[in-house]
Nanobody, 126 residues
Framework: QVQLLESGGGLVQAGGSLRLSCAAS????????VGWFRQAPGKEREFVAT????????YYADSVKGRFTISRVNAKNTVYLQMNSLKLEDTAVYYC???????????????????WGQGTQVTVSS
């Protein structure tokens, strides 16, 4: 199986930027499609973005489209989430997740993912 570790979260003012990283270990990372999800206090965990195993296909939630960019460098076993023009409503714990190697692309369903990181907190202030 694969282990995932998120980093890069923090406190940022509205309109600012952050880049989250999801570092993988344990198995060949290029075999896994990856997704980013987030969970705000009192809310369900929601889909943010996903990227295919080869990095060619990406998909975003409408709420972040045009502001967030997901990318990956398989040689570094890392997936990134560049977040620009951050809004107060982006405040949440952000999780990365990996899908079993059977699938080449990601999914916006959280149950489609088999491995999860511990999360990193992103707080956007006014």
């Amino acid at each position: 199986q694969v282990q995932l570790l998120e980093s890069g979260g923090g406190l940022v003012q509205a309109g600012g930027s952050l880049r989250l990283s999801c570092a993988a270990s344990g198995r060949t990372f290029s075999n896994y499609a990856v997704g980013w999800f987030r969970q705000a206090p009192g809310k369900e965990r929601e889909f943010v973005a996903t990227i295919s195993r080869n990095g060619i296909s990406t998909y975003y939630a409408d709420s972040v489209k045009g502001r967030f960019t997901i990318s990956r460098v398989n040689a570094k076993n890392t997936v990134y989430l560049q977040m620009n023009s951050l809004k107060l409503e982006d405040t949440a714990v952000y999780y990365c997740a990996a899908r079993a190697p059977t699938y080449s692309t990601g999914s916006y369903y959280r149950n489609a993912y088999d491995y999860w990181g511990q999360g990193t907190q992103v707080t956007v202030s006014s």
